[in-house]
């Protein structure tokens, strides 16, 4: 089955604790992104990745680093959260740029990772 | 700043009329829209994407794009209680085909 898979689905940690939460996608998709969700703030881009080794920031990349060293993984690393940080993540993956008849530049959705910062 | 705006709404119709779904964005070199819909806590899903100028129809959904106004909008016929959810533009292509999202529109559809 063709999905996008983020761990932990919920976590509750405290200050300052460096946590990663896992994205792995099945579809050998070029495209990987990271969104947060917030009340009012709809969906916000964190980082994206065009391709293996190929990051860059999206709007909101303060205090989360990323990295592609593989085609399917595309982890979220917080250093040191912070409760501002508190939020729901969504992963999400797409194929490469080009569209075509057979790529209709469809973004895949995990199921979400609730994040909590004491 | 690529930006994409939507009214947040809420929207609020009643069951069995148009919902209207209104969003603009800024760079005139988009090439895709999409419309996802988004349940409370729930991951988004895709439900219409449009290329072209022009009406798309897809069951009760209508997307309808305008890039000489860079206007999209969706349309929902005969409402549903459903159909209640936050509806989400996107815009991608151009150079690098990253997506930017709007904030979404929260539709309610009263029974």
């Known amino acids: 089955e063709a999905q996008v898979t983020q761990n932990p689905r919920y976590l509750i940690t405290v200050t300052g604790k460096k946590l990663t939460v896992t994205c792995s996608q099945n579809m050998n998709h070029e495209y990987m992104s990271w969104y947060r969700q917030d009340p009012g703030l709809g969906l916000r881009q964190i980082y994206y990745?065009?391709?293996?080794?190929?990051?860059d920031k999206g709007d909101v990349p303060e205090g989360y680093k990323v990295s592609r060293k593989e085609k399917r993984n595309f982890p979220l690393i917080l250093e040191s959260p912070s409760p501002n940080q508190t939020s729901l993540y969504f992963c999400?993956?797409?194929?490469?740029?080009?569209?075509?008849?057979?790529?209709?530049?469809?973004?895949?959705f995990g199921e979400g990772s609730r994040l909590t910062v004491l | 700043q690529k930006e994409v705006e939507q009214n947040s709404g809420p929207l609020s119709v009643p069951e069995g009329a148009i919902a209207s779904l209104n969003c603009t964005y800024s760079d005139r070199g988009s090439q895709s829209f999409f419309w996802y819909r988004q349940y409370s806590g729930k991951s988004p899903e895709l439900i219409m994407f449009?290329?072209?100028?022009g009406d798309k129809e897809d069951g009760r959904f209508t997307a309808q794009l305008n890039k000489a106004s860079q206007y999209v909008s969706l349309l929902i016929r005969d409402s549903q209680p459903s159909d209640s959810a936050t509806y989400l533009c996107?815009?991608?292509?151009?150079?690098?085909?990253?997506?930017?999202f709007g904030k979404g529109t929260k539709l309610s559809v009263k029974p």
């Open positions: 999400a993956s797409k194929q490469g740029a080009r569209l075509d008849l057979r790529n209709t530049g469809e973004l895949f």
């Open positions: 449009i290329y072209s100028n």
């Open positions: 996107a815009v991608g292509g151009g150079s690098q085909g990253n997506l930017i």
């Open positions: 990745s065009m391709n293996v080794e190929v990051t």
